[in-house]
Protein backbone atom coordinates (compact mmCIF):
# COMPACT_ATOMS: atom_id res chain seq x y z
CA UNK A 1 0.00 0.00 0.00
CA UNK A 2 0.62 3.57 0.26
CA UNK A 3 -0.18 7.09 1.32
CA UNK A 4 -3.87 7.69 0.01
CA UNK A 5 -3.21 11.47 -0.85
CA UNK A 6 0.07 13.49 -2.30
CA UNK A 7 1.63 15.89 0.26
CA UNK A 8 5.28 17.69 1.12
CA UNK A 9 4.74 18.85 4.45
CA UNK A 10 2.54 17.41 7.45
CA UNK A 11 0.67 20.45 7.59
CA UNK A 12 -0.51 19.52 3.62
CA UNK A 13 -1.08 16.05 4.91
CA UNK A 14 -3.74 16.71 7.80
CA UNK A 15 -5.45 19.16 5.03
CA UNK A 16 -5.86 16.35 2.66
CA UNK A 17 -6.70 13.99 4.81
CA UNK A 18 -9.38 15.26 6.32
CA UNK A 19 -10.48 16.88 3.67
CA UNK A 20 -10.74 13.32 1.98
CA UNK A 21 -12.68 11.81 4.51
CA UNK A 22 -14.62 14.90 5.55
CA UNK A 23 -18.01 12.97 4.91
CA UNK A 24 -16.67 9.43 6.13
CA UNK A 25 -18.54 8.47 9.74
CA UNK A 26 -14.84 5.58 9.64
CA UNK A 27 -12.76 6.40 12.61
CA UNK A 28 -10.29 8.13 12.71
CA UNK A 29 -9.34 8.14 16.50
CA UNK A 30 -10.42 6.10 19.17
CA UNK A 31 -10.32 6.36 23.07
CA UNK A 32 -11.74 4.69 26.32
CA UNK A 33 -13.40 6.85 28.59
CA UNK A 34 -15.81 5.40 31.62
CA UNK A 35 -15.41 1.97 30.65
CA UNK A 36 -16.30 2.03 26.21
CA UNK A 37 -14.36 2.96 23.45
CA UNK A 38 -15.31 5.88 21.62
CA UNK A 39 -14.98 7.31 17.96
CA UNK A 40 -13.42 10.61 16.65
CA UNK A 41 -14.27 11.16 12.92
CA UNK A 42 -12.07 13.02 10.46
CA UNK A 43 -14.46 15.50 10.23
CA UNK A 44 -14.27 15.77 14.91
CA UNK A 45 -10.62 16.23 14.42
CA UNK A 46 -9.84 18.74 11.86
CA UNK A 47 -12.59 20.83 14.25
CA UNK A 48 -11.16 20.23 16.83
CA UNK A 49 -7.13 20.67 15.79
CA UNK A 50 -8.78 24.06 13.86
CA UNK A 51 -9.78 25.68 17.39
CA UNK A 52 -7.12 24.83 19.23
CA UNK A 53 -4.70 25.99 16.64
CA UNK A 54 -6.36 29.48 16.98
CA UNK A 55 -6.11 29.19 20.77
CA UNK A 56 -2.52 28.79 20.64
CA UNK A 57 -2.34 32.03 17.82
CA UNK A 58 -4.81 34.04 20.42
CA UNK A 59 -1.66 33.55 22.95
CA UNK A 60 0.80 34.74 20.48
CA UNK A 61 2.14 31.58 19.48
CA UNK A 62 3.91 31.83 15.68
CA UNK A 63 5.93 29.93 13.69
CA UNK A 64 9.32 29.01 14.89
CA UNK A 65 8.11 29.21 18.34
CA UNK A 66 9.22 26.06 20.68
CA UNK A 67 6.13 24.51 22.37
CA UNK A 68 6.33 21.19 24.48
CA UNK A 69 3.61 18.19 25.13
CA UNK A 70 3.73 16.79 28.99
CA UNK A 71 1.59 13.68 28.30
CA UNK A 72 0.47 9.82 27.84
CA UNK A 73 -1.28 9.01 24.46
CA UNK A 74 -4.52 10.21 23.48
CA UNK A 75 -6.33 11.96 21.32
CA UNK A 76 -5.30 15.50 22.76
CA UNK A 77 -1.56 14.60 22.10
CA UNK A 78 -2.61 14.03 18.35
CA UNK A 79 -5.30 17.36 18.36
CA UNK A 80 -2.53 19.48 20.11
CA UNK A 81 0.49 18.07 17.75
CA UNK A 82 -1.35 18.67 14.63
CA UNK A 83 -1.92 22.37 15.51
CA UNK A 84 1.32 23.17 15.96
CA UNK A 85 1.94 21.78 12.94
CA UNK A 86 -0.31 23.63 11.08
CA UNK A 87 0.71 27.05 12.93
CA UNK A 88 4.41 26.06 12.29
CA UNK A 89 5.32 25.66 15.70
CA UNK A 90 8.05 23.66 16.60
CA UNK A 91 6.87 20.65 19.10
CA UNK A 92 9.10 19.29 21.40
CA UNK A 93 7.60 16.38 23.04
CA UNK A 94 8.45 15.18 26.12
CA UNK A 95 7.97 11.16 27.99
CA UNK A 96 5.64 11.83 31.20
CA UNK A 97 7.82 9.25 32.98
CA UNK A 98 10.78 12.54 33.57
CA UNK A 99 11.51 13.91 36.33
CA UNK A 100 11.20 17.90 36.88
CA UNK A 101 14.70 17.85 36.88
CA UNK A 102 15.00 16.67 33.51
CA UNK A 103 12.56 18.70 32.16
CA UNK A 104 13.70 21.83 33.39
CA UNK A 105 17.00 20.71 31.01
CA UNK A 106 15.25 20.37 28.02
CA UNK A 107 12.56 23.14 28.41
CA UNK A 108 15.46 25.81 28.82
CA UNK A 109 18.05 24.24 26.03
CA UNK A 110 15.40 24.17 23.57
CA UNK A 111 13.52 27.74 24.89
CA UNK A 112 10.05 26.51 25.59
CA UNK A 113 7.34 29.11 25.38
CA UNK A 114 4.09 27.24 26.13
CA UNK A 115 3.88 23.74 28.34
CA UNK A 116 1.14 21.12 27.52
CA UNK A 117 0.44 18.41 29.72
CA UNK A 118 -1.98 15.55 30.51
CA UNK A 119 -3.18 16.01 34.14
CA UNK A 120 -2.37 17.25 37.65
CA UNK A 121 0.95 14.92 38.13
CA UNK A 122 2.22 16.35 35.01
CA UNK A 123 0.84 19.91 35.96
CA UNK A 124 2.59 19.77 39.21
CA UNK A 125 5.91 19.12 37.63
CA UNK A 126 6.00 21.91 35.81
CA UNK A 127 4.65 24.27 38.02
CA UNK A 128 7.81 23.12 40.34
CA UNK A 129 9.86 24.38 37.63
CA UNK A 130 8.32 27.47 35.78
CA UNK A 131 10.14 29.62 38.10
CA UNK A 132 13.34 27.98 36.53
CA UNK A 133 12.62 28.37 32.90
CA UNK A 134 12.44 32.29 32.10
CA UNK A 135 10.90 31.53 28.48
CA UNK A 136 7.66 29.74 30.03
CA UNK A 137 4.59 31.91 29.36
CA UNK A 138 1.86 29.72 29.26
CA UNK A 139 0.85 26.25 30.52
CA UNK A 140 -2.47 24.11 29.44
CA UNK A 141 -3.79 21.17 30.83
CA UNK A 142 -5.88 18.12 28.77
CA UNK A 143 -7.91 16.75 31.66
CA UNK A 144 -10.85 18.80 33.52
CA UNK A 145 -11.68 16.51 35.61
CA UNK A 146 -9.38 16.18 38.78
CA UNK A 147 -7.22 19.09 38.36
CA UNK A 148 -6.59 21.68 40.44
CA UNK A 149 -5.04 25.10 38.82
CA UNK A 150 -5.05 28.67 39.11
CA UNK A 151 -6.12 31.01 36.49
CA UNK A 152 -2.13 30.85 35.34
CA UNK A 153 -3.19 27.31 33.93
CA UNK A 154 -5.35 27.46 30.91
CA UNK A 155 -8.21 24.43 30.15
CA UNK A 156 -8.83 22.84 26.69
CA UNK A 157 -12.22 24.54 26.89
CA UNK A 158 -10.60 27.82 27.32
CA UNK A 159 -8.54 27.29 24.54
CA UNK A 160 -11.18 26.30 22.02
CA UNK A 161 -13.10 29.69 23.15
CA UNK A 162 -10.27 31.54 22.73
CA UNK A 163 -9.83 29.84 19.40
CA UNK A 164 -13.66 30.30 18.13
CA UNK A 165 -13.15 33.89 19.12
CA UNK A 166 -10.23 34.35 16.76
CA UNK A 167 -12.11 32.67 14.26
CA UNK A 168 -14.85 34.62 13.93
CA UNK A 169 -12.80 37.54 13.43
CA UNK A 170 -9.60 36.19 11.47
CA UNK A 171 -11.21 33.57 9.22
CA UNK A 172 -8.58 32.65 6.94
CA UNK A 173 -5.76 32.83 9.51
CA UNK A 174 -4.98 29.06 9.26
CA UNK A 175 -5.45 28.89 5.84
CA UNK A 176 -2.84 31.20 5.28
CA UNK A 177 -1.10 29.58 8.29
CA UNK A 178 -0.62 26.00 6.81
CA UNK A 179 0.24 27.82 2.99
CA UNK A 180 3.24 29.24 5.18
CA UNK A 181 4.61 25.66 5.92
CA UNK A 182 7.54 24.82 3.78
CA UNK A 183 9.48 21.18 3.57
CA UNK A 184 12.58 22.65 5.10
CA UNK A 185 10.66 23.99 8.18
CA UNK A 186 11.73 22.85 11.64
CA UNK A 187 8.91 20.46 12.37
CA UNK A 188 9.80 19.11 16.03
CA UNK A 189 13.32 18.34 18.66
CA UNK A 190 12.94 15.26 19.90
CA UNK A 191 15.21 15.16 22.82
CA UNK A 192 17.08 11.44 22.63
CA UNK A 193 16.95 9.90 25.86
CA UNK A 194 20.46 9.39 26.28
CA UNK A 195 22.13 6.25 27.94
CA UNK A 196 25.34 9.12 29.21
CA UNK A 197 25.39 12.37 29.97
CA UNK A 198 22.63 15.19 28.98
CA UNK A 199 19.77 14.82 26.31
CA UNK A 200 20.24 15.63 22.61
CA UNK A 201 17.65 17.96 20.81
CA UNK A 202 17.50 16.07 17.34
CA UNK A 203 16.14 18.65 14.82
CA UNK A 204 13.77 17.12 12.62
CA UNK A 205 11.96 18.88 9.66
CA UNK A 206 8.49 18.17 7.53
CA UNK A 207 10.76 16.67 5.02
CA UNK A 208 12.47 14.24 6.96
CA UNK A 209 9.40 13.14 8.30
CA UNK A 210 7.39 13.30 4.89
CA UNK A 211 10.43 10.73 3.17
CA UNK A 212 10.11 8.36 6.25
CA UNK A 213 6.43 8.38 5.79
CA UNK A 214 6.35 7.58 1.91
CA UNK A 215 8.66 5.23 2.17
CA UNK A 216 7.37 3.33 5.05
CA UNK A 217 4.12 3.20 3.26
CA UNK A 218 5.51 1.97 0.18
CA UNK A 219 6.92 -1.40 2.47
CA UNK A 220 4.57 -1.69 5.19
CA UNK A 221 1.05 -2.56 3.95
CA UNK A 222 -1.20 -0.43 6.01
CA UNK A 223 -4.36 0.86 4.19
CA UNK A 224 -7.93 2.10 4.46
CA UNK A 225 -9.41 -1.06 5.90
CA UNK A 226 -6.95 -1.77 8.95
CA UNK A 227 -7.56 -0.54 12.79
CA UNK A 228 -4.12 0.11 14.79
CA UNK A 229 -3.85 -0.29 18.49
CA UNK A 230 -1.46 2.31 19.65
CA UNK A 231 0.32 2.37 23.00
CA UNK A 232 4.03 3.03 22.83
CA UNK A 233 4.30 6.98 23.58
CA UNK A 234 3.65 8.84 21.11
CA UNK A 235 6.60 11.26 22.14
CA UNK A 236 9.14 8.67 20.86
CA UNK A 237 9.86 9.17 17.13
CA UNK A 238 8.69 5.54 16.13
CA UNK A 239 5.28 5.54 17.64
CA UNK A 240 4.93 9.33 16.33
CA UNK A 241 6.01 8.61 12.74
CA UNK A 242 4.70 4.67 12.38
CA UNK A 243 1.63 4.48 14.90
CA UNK A 244 0.47 8.09 13.89
CA UNK A 245 1.81 10.09 10.67
CA UNK A 246 1.82 6.91 8.78
CA UNK A 247 -1.35 5.86 9.64
CA UNK A 248 -3.02 9.02 8.87
CA UNK A 249 -1.31 9.26 5.61
CA UNK A 250 -3.26 5.66 4.83
CA UNK A 251 -6.38 6.63 6.36
CA UNK A 252 -6.00 3.98 8.93
CA UNK A 253 -8.04 3.85 12.38
CA UNK A 254 -6.01 4.69 15.31
CA UNK A 255 -7.15 3.13 18.57
CA UNK A 256 -5.33 4.30 22.43
CA UNK A 257 -4.44 1.46 24.65
CA UNK A 258 -5.09 2.97 28.21
CA UNK A 259 -1.77 2.27 29.30
CA UNK A 260 0.56 -0.54 28.73
CA UNK A 261 -0.71 -2.46 31.58
CA UNK A 262 -4.04 -2.95 29.73
CA UNK A 263 -2.81 -3.98 26.21
CA UNK A 264 -4.59 -7.29 26.58
CA UNK A 265 -7.08 -5.70 27.55
CA UNK A 266 -6.85 -3.47 24.83
CA UNK A 267 -7.02 -5.94 22.32
CA UNK A 268 -9.50 -7.73 22.55
CA UNK A 269 -11.81 -5.01 22.54
CA UNK A 270 -10.16 -3.24 19.69
CA UNK A 271 -10.05 -5.87 17.78
CA UNK A 272 -6.84 -4.68 15.82
CA UNK A 273 -5.21 -5.60 12.49
CA UNK A 274 -2.02 -3.88 13.27
CA UNK A 275 0.07 -2.98 16.42
CA UNK A 276 3.24 -0.93 16.70
CA UNK A 277 5.40 -2.59 19.55
CA UNK A 278 8.87 -3.32 21.28
CA UNK A 279 10.17 -7.20 22.18
CA UNK A 280 9.15 -7.16 25.17
CA UNK A 281 5.61 -6.89 24.68
CA UNK A 282 6.15 -10.56 22.61
CA UNK A 283 8.74 -11.96 25.71
CA UNK A 284 5.79 -11.48 27.85
CA UNK A 285 3.20 -13.25 25.53
CA UNK A 286 5.81 -16.09 25.01
CA UNK A 287 6.55 -16.51 28.63
CA UNK A 288 2.75 -16.12 29.69
CA UNK A 289 1.85 -18.86 27.07
CA UNK A 290 4.59 -21.45 28.10
CA UNK A 291 3.65 -20.99 31.30
CA UNK A 292 0.58 -22.31 30.70
CA UNK A 293 1.63 -25.16 28.87
CA UNK A 294 4.03 -25.60 31.17
CA UNK A 295 1.43 -26.45 33.77
CA UNK A 296 -1.21 -28.67 31.57
CA UNK A 297 -1.78 -32.06 31.33
CA UNK A 298 0.85 -34.24 29.09
CA UNK A 299 -1.27 -34.51 26.27
CA UNK A 300 -2.10 -31.02 25.87
CA UNK A 301 1.50 -30.25 26.19
CA UNK A 302 2.04 -32.86 24.03
CA UNK A 303 -0.33 -31.59 20.99
CA UNK A 304 0.95 -27.70 21.38
CA UNK A 305 4.77 -28.69 20.59
CA UNK A 306 3.29 -30.76 18.10
CA UNK A 307 1.55 -27.43 16.76
CA UNK A 308 4.58 -25.66 16.91
CA UNK A 309 6.44 -27.86 15.41
CA UNK A 310 4.49 -28.26 12.48
CA UNK A 311 4.23 -24.59 12.14
CA UNK A 312 7.62 -24.05 11.67
CA UNK A 313 8.07 -27.19 8.66
CA UNK A 314 4.88 -25.01 7.24
CA UNK A 315 6.94 -21.62 7.40
CA UNK A 316 9.64 -23.21 5.59
CA UNK A 317 7.71 -24.77 3.02
CA UNK A 318 6.00 -21.69 2.09
CA UNK A 319 9.27 -19.55 2.04
CA UNK A 320 10.31 -22.79 -0.34
CA UNK A 321 6.86 -22.39 -2.32
CA UNK A 322 6.03 -26.42 -1.82
CA UNK A 323 3.36 -26.95 0.22
CA UNK A 324 2.23 -30.17 0.52
CA UNK A 325 -1.61 -31.45 0.53
CA UNK A 326 -1.31 -33.35 4.15
CA UNK A 327 1.01 -30.78 5.45
CA UNK A 328 -1.79 -28.16 4.77
CA UNK A 329 -4.61 -30.43 6.21
CA UNK A 330 -2.18 -30.89 9.37
CA UNK A 331 -1.61 -27.11 9.65
CA UNK A 332 -5.59 -26.84 8.79
CA UNK A 333 -6.03 -28.93 12.04
CA UNK A 334 -3.71 -27.12 14.23
CA UNK A 335 -4.66 -23.97 13.66
CA UNK A 336 -8.45 -24.88 15.13
CA UNK A 337 -6.30 -26.83 18.06
CA UNK A 338 -3.66 -24.45 19.12
CA UNK A 339 -3.17 -21.39 16.73
CA UNK A 340 -6.58 -20.03 16.57
CA UNK A 341 -6.26 -19.81 20.47
CA UNK A 342 -3.23 -17.57 20.29
CA UNK A 343 -4.91 -15.40 17.83
CA UNK A 344 -7.89 -14.69 20.16
CA UNK A 345 -5.64 -13.42 22.56
CA UNK A 346 -4.51 -10.54 19.86
CA UNK A 347 -8.55 -9.50 19.20
CA UNK A 348 -8.66 -12.54 16.12
CA UNK A 349 -8.01 -9.67 13.42
CA UNK A 350 -4.27 -9.39 13.48
CA UNK A 351 -2.64 -9.12 10.22
CA UNK A 352 0.78 -8.58 11.44
CA UNK A 353 2.50 -6.69 14.36
CA UNK A 354 6.21 -4.00 13.43
CA UNK A 355 8.24 -4.51 16.26
CA UNK A 356 11.05 -1.94 16.32
CA UNK A 357 13.15 0.53 19.37
CA UNK A 358 15.20 -2.68 20.11
CA UNK A 359 16.27 -6.35 19.00
CA UNK A 360 13.81 -8.88 18.04
CA UNK A 361 15.05 -12.15 19.30
CA UNK A 362 15.41 -14.69 16.33
CA UNK A 363 13.86 -17.36 18.52
CA UNK A 364 10.65 -15.39 19.16
CA UNK A 365 9.99 -14.16 15.44
CA UNK A 366 10.09 -17.66 14.24
CA UNK A 367 8.18 -18.84 16.98
CA UNK A 368 5.33 -16.14 16.32
CA UNK A 369 5.37 -17.18 12.69
CA UNK A 370 4.98 -20.67 13.82
CA UNK A 371 1.65 -19.76 15.63
CA UNK A 372 0.39 -17.96 12.80
CA UNK A 373 1.51 -14.37 13.78
CA UNK A 374 3.77 -12.78 11.72
CA UNK A 375 6.07 -9.83 13.35
CA UNK A 376 7.73 -7.06 10.42
CA UNK A 377 10.91 -6.00 11.96
CA UNK A 378 12.25 -2.38 11.26
CA UNK A 379 15.39 -0.83 12.21
CA UNK A 380 16.06 2.87 12.80
CA UNK A 381 17.40 5.87 15.57
CA UNK A 382 15.46 8.96 15.95
CA UNK A 383 18.20 11.13 14.29
CA UNK A 384 17.25 9.30 11.19
CA UNK A 385 12.86 9.79 11.55
CA UNK A 386 13.46 7.25 12.55
CA UNK A 387 13.21 4.33 9.99
CA UNK A 388 16.12 3.28 7.77
CA UNK A 389 15.67 -0.35 7.32
CA UNK A 390 12.56 -3.30 7.77
CA UNK A 391 11.93 -6.53 6.65
CA UNK A 392 8.68 -6.71 4.60
CA UNK A 393 5.72 -9.00 4.48
CA UNK A 394 6.83 -10.78 0.97
CA UNK A 395 10.96 -10.76 1.75
CA UNK A 396 11.99 -11.46 5.60
CA UNK A 397 14.76 -12.89 7.81
CA UNK A 398 14.01 -12.96 11.46
CA UNK A 399 17.63 -11.91 13.41
CA UNK A 400 17.79 -8.98 10.77
CA UNK A 401 16.33 -5.86 10.31
CA UNK A 402 15.59 -6.15 6.62
CA UNK A 403 16.48 -4.25 3.89
CA UNK A 404 16.66 -0.34 3.51
CA UNK A 405 13.42 1.57 2.50
CA UNK A 406 13.02 3.29 -0.89
CA UNK A 407 15.41 6.78 -0.63
CA UNK A 408 17.58 5.68 2.52
CA UNK A 409 21.28 4.08 1.48
CA UNK A 410 23.37 2.14 3.77
CA UNK A 411 26.49 1.53 4.05
CA UNK A 412 29.13 -0.54 6.61
CA UNK A 413 32.29 1.28 7.50
CA UNK A 414 35.67 -0.61 7.43
CA UNK A 415 35.24 -0.52 11.41
CA UNK A 416 31.68 -2.60 10.82
CA UNK A 417 29.52 0.82 11.94
CA UNK A 418 26.52 1.12 9.86
CA UNK A 419 26.32 4.32 8.43
CA UNK A 420 22.95 6.03 6.64
CA UNK A 421 22.08 8.79 4.35
CA UNK A 422 18.96 10.27 2.54
CA UNK A 423 16.06 12.63 2.77
CA UNK A 424 15.50 11.03 6.36
CA UNK A 425 18.54 12.15 8.38
CA UNK A 426 18.25 15.18 10.74
CA UNK A 427 19.36 18.72 10.24
CA UNK A 428 21.42 18.47 13.48
CA UNK A 429 21.43 18.62 17.25
CA UNK A 430 19.97 21.68 18.61
CA UNK A 431 22.56 23.96 20.24
CA UNK A 432 25.48 21.41 19.38
CA UNK A 433 27.24 21.61 16.89
CA UNK A 434 30.65 19.76 18.06
CA UNK A 435 28.21 16.52 18.44
CA UNK A 436 26.42 17.01 15.25
CA UNK A 437 29.68 16.75 12.90
CA UNK A 438 30.88 13.63 15.10
CA UNK A 439 28.02 12.01 13.81
CA UNK A 440 27.33 13.48 10.27
CA UNK A 441 30.23 13.38 8.13
CA UNK A 442 31.21 16.09 5.50
CA UNK A 443 29.41 13.65 2.78
CA UNK A 444 26.59 13.88 4.47
CA UNK A 445 26.72 10.17 6.09
CA UNK A 446 24.80 9.63 9.53
CA UNK A 447 27.09 7.47 12.20
CA UNK A 448 24.34 5.86 13.39
CA UNK A 449 26.63 3.84 16.51
CA UNK A 450 25.72 0.22 15.65
CA UNK A 451 27.81 -2.57 14.71
CA UNK A 452 26.36 -4.35 11.66
CA UNK A 453 26.81 -5.90 8.66
CA UNK A 454 24.54 -7.46 5.81
CA UNK A 455 24.09 -10.92 4.88
CA UNK A 456 24.25 -12.84 1.75
CA UNK A 457 21.11 -11.84 0.51
CA UNK A 458 20.83 -7.93 1.83
CA UNK A 459 19.18 -7.89 4.65
CA UNK A 460 21.02 -5.57 7.51
CA UNK A 461 22.23 -7.75 10.70
CA UNK A 462 22.81 -5.80 13.73
CA UNK A 463 25.31 -6.96 15.93
CA UNK A 464 25.83 -4.39 18.64
CA UNK A 465 26.53 -0.99 19.61
CA UNK A 466 29.72 0.33 19.23
CA UNK A 467 30.32 2.07 22.10
CA UNK A 468 28.82 -1.39 23.92
CA UNK A 469 31.22 -3.71 23.11
CA UNK A 470 33.55 -5.19 25.57
CA UNK A 471 37.26 -5.89 25.64
CA UNK A 472 38.01 -8.49 27.99
CA UNK A 473 41.01 -8.10 29.60
CA UNK A 474 42.20 -11.51 27.75
CA UNK A 475 41.50 -8.92 24.31
CA UNK A 476 38.73 -10.71 23.00
CA UNK A 477 35.87 -8.12 21.62
CA UNK A 478 32.59 -9.34 22.96
CA UNK A 479 29.21 -7.58 21.76
CA UNK A 480 26.48 -8.25 24.82
CA UNK A 481 23.56 -7.29 22.95
CA UNK A 482 23.10 -10.87 21.03
CA UNK A 483 24.27 -12.83 24.75
CA UNK A 484 21.68 -10.42 26.52
CA UNK A 485 18.96 -11.37 24.01
CA UNK A 486 19.95 -15.05 24.42
CA UNK A 487 18.91 -14.77 28.27
CA UNK A 488 15.96 -12.64 27.93
CA UNK A 489 14.24 -15.56 25.97
CA UNK A 490 13.99 -17.80 29.71
CA UNK A 491 10.72 -17.47 30.91
CA UNK A 492 12.88 -16.94 34.56
CA UNK A 493 14.26 -13.63 33.51
CA UNK A 494 12.77 -10.42 33.16
CA UNK A 495 16.18 -8.48 32.97
CA UNK A 496 19.55 -8.92 31.88
CA UNK A 497 22.11 -6.86 32.21
CA UNK A 498 25.69 -8.61 30.83
CA UNK A 499 29.30 -6.96 33.05
CA UNK A 500 32.18 -8.16 31.96
CA UNK A 501 34.04 -4.90 29.81
CA UNK A 502 37.97 -5.01 30.80
CA UNK A 503 37.42 -8.09 33.28
CA UNK A 504 38.73 -11.33 33.04
CA UNK A 505 35.58 -13.12 32.37
CA UNK A 506 31.83 -12.51 32.30
CA UNK A 507 29.35 -11.93 34.93
CA UNK A 508 25.27 -10.50 34.77
CA UNK A 509 22.79 -9.15 37.46
CA UNK A 510 19.58 -10.60 36.73
CA UNK A 511 16.39 -9.42 37.34
CA UNK A 512 14.08 -12.35 38.05
CA UNK A 513 10.06 -12.81 35.93
CA UNK A 514 9.13 -12.77 39.73
CA UNK A 515 5.39 -14.19 39.01
CA UNK A 516 7.11 -17.35 37.25
CA UNK A 517 9.90 -17.47 40.28
CA UNK A 518 7.13 -17.52 43.07
CA UNK A 519 5.55 -20.23 41.00
CA UNK A 520 8.58 -22.45 40.72
CA UNK A 521 8.85 -22.13 44.42
CA UNK A 522 5.08 -22.94 45.44
CA UNK A 523 5.79 -26.17 43.78
CA UNK A 524 9.26 -26.78 45.12
CA UNK A 525 7.84 -25.84 48.60
CA UNK A 526 10.33 -23.15 49.03
CA UNK A 527 9.12 -20.79 51.81
CA UNK A 528 9.25 -17.19 51.15
CA UNK A 529 7.63 -13.59 52.61
CA UNK A 530 9.31 -11.58 49.62
CA UNK A 531 11.38 -11.19 46.94
CA UNK A 532 14.25 -10.72 48.28
CA UNK A 533 13.51 -13.83 50.14
CA UNK A 534 13.51 -15.34 46.98
CA UNK A 535 16.61 -13.47 45.25
CA UNK A 536 18.76 -14.92 48.63
CA UNK A 537 17.40 -18.31 48.25
CA UNK A 538 20.77 -20.89 47.79
CA UNK A 539 17.56 -23.26 46.01
CA UNK A 540 16.37 -20.26 43.63
CA UNK A 541 20.07 -19.86 42.99
CA UNK A 542 20.88 -23.29 41.92
CA UNK A 543 17.63 -23.76 40.00
CA UNK A 544 19.01 -20.16 37.82
CA UNK A 545 22.75 -21.59 37.53
CA UNK A 546 21.33 -24.55 35.79
CA UNK A 547 18.94 -22.10 33.29
CA UNK A 548 22.22 -20.25 32.73
CA UNK A 549 24.20 -23.23 32.08
CA UNK A 550 21.60 -24.80 29.72
CA UNK A 551 21.25 -21.24 27.56
CA UNK A 552 25.02 -20.92 27.15
CA UNK A 553 26.00 -24.35 25.99
CA UNK A 554 26.63 -23.39 23.05
CA UNK A 555 27.98 -20.33 23.69
CA UNK A 556 32.44 -20.16 23.21
CA UNK A 557 34.13 -20.17 26.66
CA UNK A 558 34.38 -16.27 26.65
CA UNK A 559 31.06 -15.34 26.30
CA UNK A 560 29.91 -17.43 28.80
CA UNK A 561 28.46 -16.17 32.05
CA UNK A 562 30.54 -17.42 35.12
CA UNK A 563 28.58 -15.81 37.90
CA UNK A 564 25.76 -14.04 38.52
CA UNK A 565 23.82 -11.67 40.68
CA UNK A 566 20.31 -11.73 41.26
CA UNK A 567 18.20 -8.07 41.87
CA UNK A 568 15.42 -8.04 44.01
CA UNK A 569 13.75 -5.29 42.12
CA UNK A 570 13.69 -4.15 38.82
CA UNK A 571 15.42 -1.11 36.42
CA UNK A 572 13.16 1.60 36.07
CA UNK A 573 12.93 4.58 34.24
CA UNK A 574 12.05 6.89 37.39
CA UNK A 575 15.68 5.19 39.23
CA UNK A 576 17.21 6.33 36.01
CA UNK A 577 18.78 2.72 35.81
CA UNK A 578 16.68 2.93 32.04
CA UNK A 579 15.99 5.04 29.23
CA UNK A 580 12.31 5.81 28.53
CA UNK A 581 12.37 3.64 25.64
CA UNK A 582 13.51 0.34 28.35
CA UNK A 583 17.47 0.59 27.49
CA UNK A 584 19.64 0.10 29.89
CA UNK A 585 21.89 3.12 30.94
CA UNK A 586 24.65 1.05 31.70
CA UNK A 587 27.05 3.16 33.22
CA UNK A 588 24.40 4.07 35.82
CA UNK A 589 23.45 0.58 36.72
CA UNK A 590 27.72 -0.32 36.99
CA UNK A 591 27.79 2.36 39.11
CA UNK A 592 24.52 1.37 41.60
CA UNK A 593 25.45 -1.70 41.74
CA UNK A 594 29.13 -1.33 42.13
CA UNK A 595 29.55 -3.69 45.02
CA UNK A 596 27.47 -6.66 43.99
CA UNK A 597 29.56 -6.34 40.50
CA UNK A 598 33.01 -6.62 42.82
CA UNK A 599 32.19 -9.17 45.20
CA UNK A 600 31.02 -11.10 41.83
CA UNK A 601 34.78 -10.77 40.92
CA UNK A 602 36.29 -11.80 44.37
CA UNK A 603 38.80 -14.65 44.60
CA UNK A 604 39.44 -14.97 41.40
CA UNK A 605 41.96 -17.59 40.31
Known sequence: ????????????????????????????????????????????????????????????????????????????????????????????????????????????????????????????????????VKTLEHVAVMSDKGVTAGEDVLSFSRMYEMGDALGQSHPDLLHESMARVKPDDLLTFIYTSGTTGNPKGVMLTHKNLVSNIKASADVIPFGETDTLLSFLPLCHSFERMAGYYTTMACGVTVAYAESVETVRDNLLEVHPTVVTTVPRLFERIYNRLMKQVDSSPAPRQKIFHWALALGKEMAAAKRSGRVSPFLRLQHSLASKLVYSKLKERTGGRIRFFVSGGAALPKMLGEFFEAMGIQIIEGYGLTETSPVLTVNRLDDYKFGTVGKPIPGVEIKIAEDGEILARGPNIMVGYYNNKKATEEVIDKDGWFHTGDIGHFDEGGHLMITDRKKHLFVSSGGKNIAPQPIENLFLASKYIDQFVLIGDGRMFLTALIVPEFEIVKEYAHQNGLLFDSERDLTASDSIKEMFKKEIERIQKDLPAFERVRRFELLDKPLTVESGEITPTLKVKRKVVEEKYAGLIEKMYEDVV
Open 1 to 132: MSVVVEFSTIAEMFDRITRKYEHSERPMLQYKTDGTYRSITHAEYRRQVERFALGLASLGMKKGDRLSIVSENRPEWVIADMAMVILGIINVPIYPTLTPKQIEYIYNDAGIRMAIVSNQMQLNKIQRIRSD
